[in-house]
């Protein structure tokens, strides 16, 4: 499932160098948009449940399945700050660069998902130690609650930004829709995101169970996420502040995603959860494919941005007989609008995006095996 995740995330990645919109106004660029909102919510909830996993390997349990000693605990927690620094370090060097082929430091630098991560690795890292009906708690309490302060944005986005830490406000929750004028632009806030890692985090414990019983219980907290997610949206009573728009039709499927709303999550989760079932028997080639990249999430990551932005370097050579300068711009936050008739078709925007994820599937599987043979040091943080 990871690994389906990072192959639809290439197709938003490959649409920033197309210039094609980020949703409408037509059903076919909406969807290409829509199908990668998928990414983020599994991308994260995901990385919570490989760190209760990652415990167990690392536990003595002595007979009690259901705790950690504090060592234990330790070590997961060393482990999720160590790695959370490092994700939090890449976003702001190598991957900024990869986004945009310049060295403009001064004027651009994208705390995206990536610096996300890393820092909702090192809160989990403190939430672990806590029981985990707590942390299930705590994680429920944040995806479902943080839209109760939906009436007062108007008044709160003004205050954060005249207030004397406006890129605090921005980290913790308010990310774009803040805006800001500074060089540090936030894509992605910690709120809701740190809430879906400490749910992902509690469904650990569904992942250990018994077989039958796991693919029931996923099945259902699935199929309720959507239940959920259908209600609130035709009633409109609550987790998001987005009216039914954009493409006629297809409004109901327009939900929140910065900062990611209730409605977002349901719709993204849901879905993810009840389908893990169905992959966890999917075989053949094409499952085996997707395994591979969810065995190497980073180092698939750290690869696919400066190819994507490659082969659009190569797109733009053949269709213009140069290089754009456009491709060289502050992408995918702070970069200007493309030139005029620059904008690519759909079909190629999809011909790219095959041929990219079918190039990286050579040193994806090559680093797999490494990393399988060698499961200690500085490989165990790609």
Request: net charge positive.
């Amino acid at each position: 499932m990871r690994g389906l995740a990072m192959v639809l995330m290439a197709i938003d990645h490959v649409r920033v160098y197309s210039a094609v919109p980020a949703g409408g106004p037509a059903p076919g660029i909406f969807f290409t948009r829509w199908v990668t909102h998928f990414c983020a919510p599994a991308f994260v909830f995901l990385a919570g449940t490989s760190a209760f996993l990652h415990g167990r390997k690392l536990a003595d349990f002595h007979g009690s399945p259901e705790g950690l000693r504090y060592e234990t605990h330790t070590a997961l927690a060393r482990y999720l700050v160590t790695r959370g620094a490092v994700l939090v370090l890449l976003e702001l060097t190598l991957i900024r660069l990869a986004w945009t082929f310049n060295v403009d430091f001064a004027h651009y630098i994208l705390a995206g998902v990536i610096w996300m991560l890393g820092w909702c690795m090192i809160l989990l890292a403190a939430l672990m130690y806590l029981p985990l009906p707590a942390i299930t708690a705590i994680g429920l309490a944040i995806v479902v609650g943080h839209n109760l302060i939906d009436p007062f944005l108007p008044q709160l986005i003004p205050a954060a930004q005249a207030s004397a830490t406006p890129w605090l406000w921005q980290v913790l929750y308010f990310g774009p829709i803040a805006g800001g004028s500074g060089p540090f632009v936030v894509l992605y806030s910690i709120v809701p995101w740190i809430g879906v890692m400490a749910i992902g985090y509690a469904f650990g414990a569904v992942m250990v169970m018994e077989p039958e019983r796991r693919r029931r219980t996923c099945v259902i907290l699935g199929l309720c996420a959507i239940a959920a997610f259908v209600v609130l949206r035709a009633t409109r009573v609550y987790g998001d502040p987005r009216p039914w728009n954009g493409v006629p039709g297809l409004g109901f499927l327009n939900t929140t995603k910065y900062p990611a709303s209730l409605q977002f999550l349901l719709m993204t989760l849901g879905p993810m959860i009840a389908l893990l079932p169905l992959v966890e028997r999917a075989r053949g080639r094409a499952a085996g494919m997707f395994v591979v990249f969810g065995r190497v999430p980073l180092f698939y990551y750290l690869l696919h941005i400066p190819a994507i932005h490659a082969a659009a370097l190569v797109v733009s050579l053949a269709r213009e007989g140069r290089i754009n300068p456009w491709l060289f711009a502050n992408h995918p936050m702070a970069n200007p609008p493309p030139p005029e008739g620059y904008t690519w078709s759909l079909g190629l925007l999809y011909l790219v995006f095959f041929v990219v994820v079918a190039a990286l599937y050579v040193p994806c599987r090559w680093f797999a095996h490494v990393k399988a043979r060698q499961r200690e040091g500085w490989l165990r943080y790609l």
